[in-house]
């Protein structure tokens, strides 16, 4: 369960570490728009190496990627599955009964994997892992700023989701140590069928949910007592601004995307490689 990297912040000093929050953001919206454009397996490898140069700029350990993947394993197999053996195409590989393997699957199972991994890897990189909690909802607040004119409630919108990702690394925590105090009492949580399991997870979650109303009281009343009432009136303690090296990031991001959309007109247009 550590693996998840969910609200988790690796502090490495990196350039993408000095990007203003806000522009971290946009290149994360931008970077999801990038991998859905992907359309060839030119694109697509040229989408995978700008993975691992982000994880170099930002000087994070590979290992701690590979780790935040995990969670994701299942839904990676599904999907590889699906697409090997339910894409047809022109180019039988194997045959078996019912059973058929298309070239075109394999391409389309190897994209949906890199597609998804660069999903998880991109956005983290541009969130989570190096924007803090506060400054990520700084950076949401002020680009939703506009939509206060028609009565959106943006500050108490940011300050819920900062909250959660925040505390998600902590409900991790509280789950593992419940998990091993049911241990000592002679609990087991993976032997038996689906549903003996299933019920194991009895004991875990009524003292986890205790846990978490009775974190989110305790956050309350730290609240009041600080005499917080939402987002008017509030002032900034760091007034970030965008600096030349936000404006190069968000032109880079841009050109790279136009990149990708170049690659798949010219590859259909000429038949390079193969196109989804």
């Not at 990038?34 to 697509?44: G, P, S, V």
């Not at 070239?103 to 994209?111: Q, R």
Request: glycine content about 6%; overall charge positive.
């Amino acid at each position: 369960m550590k693996s998840i990297s969910l609200g988790q912040y690796y502090a490495s000093g990196s350039i993408l570490h000095k990007l203003d929050p806000r522009t971290k953001v946009l290149l994360g919206m931008l970077y999801i728009v990038c991998t859905f454009l992907c359309k060839n397996i030119i694109a697509f490898g040229l989408l995978f190496l700008s993975g691992i140069l982000l994880i170099a700029i930002a000087k994070i350990p590979f290992k701690i990627i590979l780790r935040s993947l995990r969670p994701i394993i299942f839904i990676m197999l599904f999907t590889v599955v699906i697409n090997v053996f339910w894409t047809t195409g022109d180019r039988l590989l194997f045959s078996w009964s019912f059973i058929n393997i298309y070239a075109e699957g394999l391409y389309n199972a190897l994209f949906m994997a890199i597609r998804i991994i660069m999903l998880i890897t991109g956005t983290s990189l541009f969130l989570t892992y190096t924007t803090t909690p506060i400054q990520l909802t700084d950076a949401i607040e002020r680009l939703l700023a506009p939509l206060k004119r028609i009565k959106v409630p943006v500050h108490e919108f940011s300050m819920m989701m900062t909250i959660a990702l925040r505390f998600v690394p902590t409900l991790i925590d509280e789950t593992e140590r419940i998990m091993s105090a049911q241990k000592a009492r002679g609990a087991d949580f993976s032997n038996g069928s689906l549903v003996k399991r299933a019920k194991a997870l009895i004991p875990i979650l009524v003292p986890l949910f205790v846990s978490a109303f009775r974190r989110a009281d305790e956050l309350a009343t730290a609240m009041e007592c600080r005499c917080y009432h939402g987002g008017e009136g509030r002032t900034k303690m760091t007034v970030t601004r965008m600096q030349g090296s936000d404006i190069t990031a968000l032109f880079a991001m841009i050109v790279f995307g136009t990149v990708i959309v170049l690659i798949n007109y010219y590859a259909a247009k000429y038949g390079i490689g193969y196109t989804m």
